[in-house]
């Protein structure tokens, strides 16, 4: 979506022109990946019953530690380390997982056991989340090099990782579908996470504006139009949807 592609162009330029804003923007990462992409649970070894899953999910909580690590160690060493100015409000992984998509971890922290059709919603929230990461770090990447290039390194090294997640929750969407013979609700899951974070992120938009014009951000006039539109549709369209309902013939199988 071209209007789409404009506004994300906007919004990370005046970011990243913006030293006060790039302080605040890169403590927002921090607190993203500190708080983790699935909450929760700390190890799945043993809850999904498939060895394959239970690996690379491990490694992936693993890896989202060591990027909220990277980014403290990054901030403090610059004495810019202030996690305690980014408002509740703007995580947006944890209100998108709130809406349902991994709402199968609360299972786990009961010790509740999982039927795996119900992992389905819960990687293709996680894939939405990683593809969302990797379009807008690698765009902030780019921007920084000239004047951050502490943080661009940085960010092309969770961009490293942030691919290899993307890519094997997307299949590990494709193999619980076709395991479980739903792969259509699979595909759909897919793709209505995808549109859900993407829009969700897009209703945002204005209010982390708000955000950082307090923080020296220059945004042009066009762009402040679009989001005064997003903000006026904001009040009168949801934008975060919860993933698909479960077939009737799939959520049989859960309660059998």
């Not at 530690?65 to 060493?77: A, D, G």
């Not at 894939?127 to 390194?153: G, Y």
């Not at 997640?165 to 759909?188: I, W």
């Amino acid at each position: 979506m071209k209007l789409e592609r404009w506004l994300t162009q906007e919004f990370f330029q005046a970011i990243c022109k913006s030293p006060d804003a790039r302080v605040w923007y890169q403590n927002f990462l921090f607190v993203l990946e500190a708080d983790g992409e699935i909450p929760g649970i700390n190890n799945v070894t043993g809850k999904l019953d498939d060895d394959w899953l239970e690996s690379r999910l491990n490694k992936h909580m693993a890896d989202e530690h060591r990027h909220s690590e990277m980014w403290k160690k990054l901030l403090i060493s610059q004495g810019k380390f202030h996690p305690e100015e980014v408002p509740s409000w703007t995580n947006t992984v944890k209100a998108f997982c709130s809406a349902g998509w991994t709402s199968v971890t609360e299972k786990f922290s009961r010790g509740e056991s999982v039927h795996q059709v119900e992992l389905i919603p819960l990687f293709a929230g996680v894939h939405a989340l990683e593809t969302f990461a990797i379009q807008r770090f690698t765009l902030m990447a780019n921007l920084l090099k000239p004047v951050d290039p502490a943080a661009s390194e940085l960010l092309k090294i969770i961009i490293n990782d942030e691919q290899s997640h993307a890519a094997y929750t997307k299949q590990a969407v494709e193999r619980l579908g076709k395991k479980m013979d739903c792969s259509e609700y699979a595909a759909k899951c897919l793709d209505k996470g995808l549109q859900s974070y993407r829009w969700y992120c897009l209703s945002l938009m204005p209010r982390l504006v708000g955000i950082l014009q307090k923080k020296e951000a220059k945004f042009s006039k066009p762009f402040l139009i679009f989001t005064n539109i997003i903000s006026w549709y904001s009040k009168f369209h949801k934008f975060l949807s919860p993933p698909p309902p479960l077939p009737t013939s799939v959520s049989s199988i859960i309660q059998a």
